[in-house]
């Protein structure tokens, strides 16, 4: 039986990596510290007997028993008000972490897979974004601990490719969505969801022209399980090209859910990209991978699930404290 490790498997992507690794026969080992992670996104898999749990940070040294055949590096967090919350340990788990899953990899000979990012393009000045463009990051504004934490992940993966001949895999992920993201997370979509079902007005923020382009998380899942058991070891984006607007998302958010508020207009914060489309030509062609599911399909399944919430869920503002980890 195959075994593979997946960091970051109590959080959003993570969890739906488990769910689809069980489903494909493989054990699967999950690991996550739970900063941002939640156990809720993974207990039915805790009866299952090809399931095990690690409550580890993969800052520290990994140590996984036994044989290994891929591991994906999810762990991290992902939001920006959660960079803002704990800047380090997203330095930490992108840099350290990456070192550390790189060096297990080698020396259980697994394939690895590492998830990066469209904010290694930062606020994009070439638009779609392809695979061959740098980037325009800034490394010391609020986001910079993600995206260049993320740079360094990319160059570190590279040259363990290319000095320890390693099997190594990089997704760049764009904007993606779906059940199982955290409420209070920050981002768009679950703020303007949280925000209809409180009864609130939607909080856009700048004028609401600047553009995403959101992927439903069952695409994402398919394109980085193609990417994994192809044979390329360059960065491929993963994402939809469906662009829109932010102020076109909160229409399209207020029709999806009946909701009686209107749109208010909150400060754009810094360094907020402009405009964020995947060119994915390369997918396509590598892979024979595209998105399937439309927003309108995508959007429907994610409200159901935000519905299941309990009130008291809905109206914690944070449901983490994450003061103790501000000084490590
Ligand atoms: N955004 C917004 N209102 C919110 C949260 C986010 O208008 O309550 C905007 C945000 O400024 C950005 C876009 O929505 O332009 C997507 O933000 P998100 O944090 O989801 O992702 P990212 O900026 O990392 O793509």
């Known amino acids: 039986m195959k075994r593979v490790l997946i960091t970051g498997a109590a959080g959003f992507l993570g969890s739906h990596l488990c769910d689809r690794f069980i489903k494909e026969g493989y054990h699967v080992i999950g690991m996550d510290n739970l900063i941002t992670g939640d156990l809720k996104n993974i207990e039915h898999l805790f009866k299952l007997e090809h399931f095990e749990f690690y409550h580890h940070d993969v800052s520290k040294f990994v140590h996984v028993p036994d044989k290994l055949d891929y591991i994906l590096h999810f762990a991290s967090p992902a939001s920006p008000i959660d960079y803002l ?95 199982r993201m955290r409420l209070n997370d920050g981002r768009v979509l679950p703020a303007f969801i949280g925000q209809a079902l409180r009864g609130e007005d939607l909080t856009v923020f700048g004028d609401g022209s600047q553009t995403r382009s959101f992927c439903f998380v069952d695409d994402l899942i398919e394109g980085i399980y193609r990417l994994l058991m192809s044979d390329y070891a360059g960065p491929v984006n993963i994402g939809n090209p469906d662009e829109i607007t932010i102020s076109q998302f909160a229409e399209e958010i207020i029709k999806l859910t009946g909701t009686q508020q209107k749109v208010i207009y909150k400060p754009l914060p810094q360094d907020d990209p402009k405009q964020r489309k995947p060119d994915i030509t390369l997918a396509k062609k590598l892979l024979g991978w595209e998105p399937k599911i439309h927003r309108s399909e995508g959007l429907k399944i994610t409200y159901e699930y935000f519905k299941t919430l309990t009130a008291e869920e809905l109206n914690k503002v944070e449901h983490k404290d994450f003061s103790k980890y501000a000084k490590h």
């Open 85 to 179: 919350k704990i800047p380090i340990q997203t330095l930490k788990v992108s840099s350290l972490g990456t070192h550390n899953l790189l060096g297990l990899a080698k020396a259980k000979g697994a394939r690895i897979l590492v998830a990066s990012t469209s904010e290694v393009y930062g606020d994009p000045l070439v638009h779609p974004q392809t695979e061959d463009y740098w980037g325009n990051v800034n490394p010391v504004g609020p986001r910079g601990v993600y995206d260049e934490a993320k740079r360094f992940m990319e160059a570190m993966t590279m040259a363990y490719y290319t000095y320890h001949g390693v099997e190594t895999r990089i997704v760049r992920i764009f904007n993606t969505y779906g059940p």
